[in-house]
C-alpha cells in the first residue's frame, strides 16, 4: 500500500523509518517532511492543516493509510474531514476524531473527562477573564508551586509553575488577557504534585488497546532540569523505575478507564494515546492527554518495536487490535537531541551540518533539517536526534554521546545530563 505521513520532525522521520521496514508499504510520502525523510521517502510541499490538498494528493497517490503525526491537523478535525467525503472516507486515517483530539485540545476538557471516569489526576479548576478574581482566590487556597495551564494548543509552552503567590496571580492575568493568545482564553489551575514523570504510550482501536514502551523525556534547556521548557532535549525508554507493579496500577486506574471512557463517551478514536504521568510515592497520577505519539519520545519508543508498524495500525483501523502481537526489543534506548544556539528563544537557521555519514553506533533521526544543494542544513531549533540502544539506559546514553561528538553544526548545543534523576531512583 502507498502510505502518507503528515508533519516534518524527528516523530515523522522515525514514523518514516519504522513503515518503511514493513513489507507492506510499497510507495512512501512525508509532507512536508525534512532531509531525513528524503531519504527513505518522498517528501511533498503541503501544508498538514490544508485538508482539501492533503485530500487531493492522497487520491492522485492513490494513499491507502495516513500516519498524522502532529497534534494540529487532528484538533481541527482532519479524521471527520476524510470521513466525511465519499472518495476519501475509505483511507486509513490514525489518528482521533476532532471529539477524541479534545483530550489534548482542552485542558479543560481532558480534566472533566479524567473527573467523569474516576481517574486519578491533581485537583484543579477552570477560569476566564470574566472569573479572573475567582482564580486568583482559588489560587490562594493552594500551596506554592501553582501550576497554570492554557486551556489550548499553545506549542508545548502554555504551562507555568510558579512559586510566588502574587507572580502567579499576575500571570494568570497575562494569560488570560491573551499571553498565548486564544489558548489562553481560558487556564486551567492545578494542584502541584511532587514527583517523578515518566510517559506511557497507548494504541488504541477505542475498543482495545496494546500499551507501547514507557519512556521519559527531558524538557527543560539547561542541565539539572533547569532554564525554558523545550519541545524535549533527549529521551529513555523503557522508565527503570516502571516496575511490574506501577505498570498493573497504570493499567488498571488509568489506561483502562481512559479507553473504556472514549467507548462510553462514543468517541471514534483510533490512534496514541500519549498519557503524561507522574508518580507520587508510590501512586500513578495524570498529568495530560496528548493525542498523537510524543517527540523526542518517539524515537526511543518505535526503534524498541519489533512487530510490523503497517499491520499494527492496519488492526488499528479495522477495530481488531486484540488480534496484534506486540513483541519489544529488550535493549534500552536513549535519545539525546541536538538544537541550534539561542533555542527555545531566537536562533539562526541555514546552518550546515557535518559528519552526518561518521555517525555509526546509533541511529541519526533529523528533526529541523532540509537539504540544500549537496548540504544539510539546520532548519528549526532542535535539529538531530541521536538514538542509540544499550544493556541499559547508561550504555545506550554512552553511545548518543559519543555520536553527538562526531556531529557539527555553528552554535550546536545538547545536555550532557539525559537520565540525570534516574540513578536517583
Known sequence: M??????????????????????????????????????????????????????KVALEKEISMIVVGPEDPLVKGIVDFFAKDEALKEIQIIGPSAKG???????????????????????????????????????????????????????????????????????????????????????????????????????TDGKNYKILPTAKDYKRIGEGDTGLNTGGMGAVSPVPFADDILMSKIEERIVKPTVNGLGKEEIDY??????????????PFVIEYNVRMGDPETEVVLPRLKSDLVELFKLTWEGKLDEATLEIDDRSATTVMLVSGGYPGSYEK????????????????????????????TNGGR??????????????????????ELLQFDKMYFRKDIGFDLSQE
Request: charged share 25%.
Open 2 to 55: 502507498n502510505i502518507l505521513i503528515l508533519g516534518s520532525g524527528g516523530r515523522e522521520h522515525t514514523f518514516a523509518y519504522k513503515i518503511s521496514q514493513s513489507t507492506q508499504c510499497d510507495k512512501l510520502f512525508v509532507a512536508p517532511g525534512n532531509a531525513g525523510t528524503a531519504q527513505i521517502a518522498e517528501n511533498m510541499d503541503l501544508n498538514p492543516i490544508d485538508f482539501a490538498a492533503v485530500g
Open 101 to 203: 483530539a479534545l483530550l489534548e485540545g482542552s485542558k479543560e476538557r481532558a480534566k472533566e473527562f479524567m473527573a467523569m471516569h474516576n481517574i486519578p489526576t491533581a485537583a484543579y479548576a477552570s477560569f476566564s477573564y470574566e472569573s479572573l478574581e475567582a482564580g486568583k482566590k482559588f489560587l490562594e487556597t493552594l500551596k506554592p508551586p501553582y501550576v497554570l495551564k492554557a486551556d489550548g494548543l499553545a506549542a508545548g509552552k502554555g504551562v507555568l509553575i510558579l512559586d510566588d503567590l502574587d507572580e502567579a496571580k499576575k500571570e494568570l492575568e497575562n494569560m488570560l488577557s491573551g499571553k498565548f493568545g486564544a489558548a489562553s482564553e481560558k487556564v486551567v489551575i492545578e494542584e502541584f504534585l511532587d514527583g517523578i514523570e515518566l510517559s506511557v504510550f497507548v494504541l
Open 270 to 283: 483510533k490512534g496514541f494515546i500519549f498519557i503524561g504521568l507522574i508518580k507520587v510515592g508510590e501512586e
Open 350 to 377: 541555514n546552518k550546515v551540518i557535518t559528519g552526518i555519514s561518521e555517525v555509526s553506533d546509533s541511529i541519526v533521526f533529523h528533526a529541523g533539517t532540509k537539504q540544500d544543494r549537496e548540504n544539510v542544513v
Open 383 to 404: 535539529v538531530i536526534a541521536l538514538t542509540s540502544f544499550g544493556e541499559d539506559y547508561k550504555k545506550a546514553l554512552k553511545k548518543s554521546y559519543q555520536s553527538a
